[in-house]
């Protein structure tokens, strides 16, 4: 816990917004410093928000993340500990990233992303192209 928490207060809103051009460093503990239990519960809070889309994509995404090593994966909370206290984690490595953040309306309102930086959902792909492929 002592290296997992990085801030005591959670922030009001996630730090890895598509728009923003350059995500967050991984920080926190890495699973490499991790019990065999506590990886496994990494593994499966990965898989939770992974396999919210079709099961071949999520597949495909947790084998690059396993090719990468969990190991290289790291934890990070923020906040408080009991219900109704505002808190925050992020789990990521140099390819991706997932976050939590519940600090609102008595921490009952969730907000969460994930993002592979080398295939962003988020990102606006159509004007990145006509950018890089149609320059004047």
Same mark, same amino acid.
């Given at each position: 816990?002592?290296?997992?928490? +990085? #801030?005591? =207060?959670? $922030?009001?809103?996630?730090? /890895?917004? $598509?728009?923003?051009? /350059?995500?967050?460093?991984?920080?926190?503990? $890495?699973?490499?410093?991790?019990?065999?239990?506590?990886?496994? !519960? #990494? +593994?499966?809070?990965?898989?939770?928000? #992974?396999?919210?889309?079709? !099961?071949? +994509?999520?597949?495909?995404?947790?084998?690059?993340?396993?090719?990468?090593?969990?190991? %290289?994966?790291?934890? =990070?909370?923020?906040?408080?500990? =009991?219900?109704?206290? $505002?808190?925050?984690?992020?789990?990521?490595?140099?390819?991706? +990233? #997932?976050?939590?953040?519940?600090?609102?309306? %008595?921490?009952n309102h969730v907000h969460s992303i994930w993002r592979n930086f080398a295939n962003d959902f988020g990102l606006d792909l159509l004007k990145q192209h006509v950018s890089e492929g149609h320059a004047k």
């Amino acid at each position: 816990r002592k290296t997992a928490v +990085v #801030l005591t =207060e959670a $922030p009001k809103e996630i730090f /890895n917004d $598509p728009k923003r051009p /350059n995500p967050t460093k991984p920080e926190g503990i $890495p699973a490499s410093k991790m019990s065999a239990e506590q990886q496994a !519960t #990494l +593994v499966k809070i990965i898989k939770l928000y #992974l396999f919210r889309v079709r !099961t071949d +994509v999520a597949a495909e995404e947790f084998a690059k993340i396993e090719k990468a090593g969990i190991g %290289n994966v790291y934890f =990070e909370w923020a906040g408080g500990f =009991e219900l109704g206290q $505002p808190h925050y984690y992020r789990v990521q490595n140099t390819a991706f +990233v #997932l976050e939590y953040d519940n600090t609102q309306n %008595n921490a009952n309102h969730v907000h969460s992303i994930w993002r592979n930086f080398a295939n962003d959902f988020g990102l606006d792909l159509l004007k990145q192209h006509v950018s890089e492929g149609h320059a004047k």
